[in-house]
């Protein structure tokens, strides 16, 4: 279950507090239109029952849900993957110019081998303007032992996106996808302050629904910090592990 082969995983570490307000794009404003209505019953696939972990995506010190305002349990999930809307969402907060990384781990449960590759490279607002809120970028996890797809992660608003960044593209664990980045103000983006400056985390299983580990507003994470698990058999959307 590890990101990488070298390092030992830490936990989280002391809440910081924060000093500005943050107001979260709607849902509506953003370029992809998730499904809506019932919740759709997914299959499960005898393979799809070793997990990855999910990691921040942003390499050193971070902030989990600084403001109180994207809980997974109940924040909006804009993107959707195969037909299917997100599992759950949270906003990962840095200042600008931290480096973006893949948050799939490199291992399953099990100690299966797992790689990671671009599958999204858009403009992440309605608009298609970088300008509104950054770069889109979507990765999908597969277990290199069977071959099966586990899950993808989209992250949005990601500024200054490194050249190799591209669909089809394999990344590692470390590998630079860009920056975090501040915005102007808008519909899809509505931050002041260099405090309010986040990745906005999505993920999703290939089947049946993956999971978010539960943490305090304002808890101060690492990247080497679980932040939930794909490839999970949770039964609905926005569940804890």
Same mark, same amino acid.
């Given at each position: 279950m590890v990101r990488s082969a070298l390092l030992v995983r830490i936990g989280s570490v002391a809440a910081l507090v924060a000093g500005s307000m943050l107001l979260t794009a709607p849902g509506g404003q953003a370029l992809d239109s998730a499904k809506t209505g019932p919740e759709q019953t997914r *299959?499960? *696939?005898?393979?799809?029952t070793d997990p990855v972990n999910v990691y921040s995506p942003i /390499?050193?010190? *971070?902030?989990?849900?600084?403001?109180g305002l994207s809980d997974p349990s109940s924040h !909006?999930?804009?993107?959707?993957?195969?037909?299917?809307?997100?599992d759950w969402s949270v906003d990962i907060y /840095?200042?600008?110019?931290?480096?973006v990384v893949s948050p799939f781990g490199t291992k399953t449960a099990s100690g299966a081998p797992v790689s990671?590759?671009?599958?999204t490279v858009r403009a992440g607002c309605a608009t298609g303007n970088l300008a509104d809120g950054g770069w889109l970028i979507g990765l999908e996890a597969r277990n290199d032992s069977t071959g099966e797809v586990i899950g993808r992660a989209d992250v949005m608003h990601v500024d200054n996106k490194a050249g190799g960044i591209e669909v089809g593209a394999s990344v590692?664990?470390?590998?630079?996808?860009?920056?975090?980045?501040r915005f102007r103000y808008s *519909?899809?983006?509505q931050v002041n302050g260099d405090a309010g400056a986040h990745? !906005?985390?999505e993920v999703i299983n290939k089947t049946r629904y993956s999971c978010y580990i539960a943490r305090g507003a304002g808890t101060n994470i690492g990247d080497e910090t679980a932040v939930g698990k794909a490839g999970t058999q949770n039964t609905g959307r926005r569940q804890a592990c």
């Open positions: *299959s499960v *696939s005898p393979q799809a /390499q050193g010190t *971070s902030t989990w849900n600084r403001f !909006h999930t804009v993107f959707s993957n195969w037909g299917y809307q997100n /840095q200042n600008p110019g931290a480096t990671t590759k671009v599958v590692g664990p470390w590998t630079p996808l860009g920056t975090t980045g *519909s899809c983006y990745i !906005h985390l």
